[in-house]
């Protein structure tokens, strides 16, 4: 008996690789969802981890760290936030980029 196949149909999911429960501290959205900012999950709507281990949505911490207010400190244990130094492309604690507006 020789089978055929005629059509394939393929189903495909991703997260990110973080513990389910966590949410983004600043939004308290789901991190396998986005920010406020973004309308798609995925590289325009990146994870940012801190060496105190609190993960943010980047647009989330990028705002955050923008603020006067908040003296460069995590929002969620208000040590200095640092970038976890996870690749080459995830800016460290001086090189926060800020667009013009």
């Known amino acids: 008996m ?3 196949i005629k059509e394939w149909n393929s189903v495909a999911t991703w997260q990110w690789d973080i ?3 966590d949410v983004c501290g600043i939004c308290q959205a789901q991190f396998d969802g986005t920010c406020p900012t973004c309308k798609y999950p995925g590289d325009d709507c990146s994870l940012l981890s801190g060496k105190c281990g609190h993960s943010f949505h ?3 911490i990028m705002e955050w ?3 006067e207010s908040s003296k460069g400190q995590c929002p969620m244990c208000r040590q200095p936030f640092e970038w976890r ?3 080459d492309e995830t800016p460290g604690p001086n ?3 800020v667009q013009a507006d």
């Open 2 to 4: 020789k089978v055929t």
């Open 19 to 21: 513990p389910e429960d």
């Open 58 to 60: 980047m647009h989330c």
């Open 65 to 67: 760290i923008k603020q």
């Open 85 to 87: 130094d996870q690749a």
């Open 95 to 97: 090189e926060i980029p």
